[in-house]
């Protein structure tokens, strides 16, 4: 999830979306672009401390959406990757549904 000034309400809505799946096999990989709004790296860091499936990379140099990215994915340890945005929010069984879908087509490589 690449993250730039995003205001504090959205970030902590899309982190909280993750962390309330169903689904608990999971790793949020984020990358801060190089936020000059001070609430982010709070944020980013109050929210690494308490669950160790969140993985955060603050990038010194803004690269934007595209370096970001590339930074978050560089932190991805699983098999299967899917980008949200810093304002998105999942529904608490969407990576329930992708899961059950891998285990039913076990051959799928997209």
Request: charged share 30%; with cysteine; aromatic share 8%.
């Amino acid at each position: 999830m690449p993250v730039y000034n995003t205001d504090e309400v959205w970030l902590r809505r899309a982190i909280e979306s993750v962390r309330r799946q169903l689904y608990a096999n999971w790793e949020l990989c984020i990358a801060d672009d190089c936020s000059t709004a001070p609430h982010v790296r709070e944020v980013l860091e109050e929210f690494s401390r308490k669950d160790q499936r969140l993985k955060v990379v603050f990038r010194r140099v803004n690269g934007h959406i595209s370096a970001a990215s590339n930074s978050a994915l560089q932190l991805a340890t699983g098999e299967f990757v899917a980008l949200l945005d810093h304002d998105d929010e999942l529904t608490e069984h969407a990576l329930y549904m992708v899961a059950e879908e891998l285990n039913a087509f076990p051959e799928a490589e997209l």
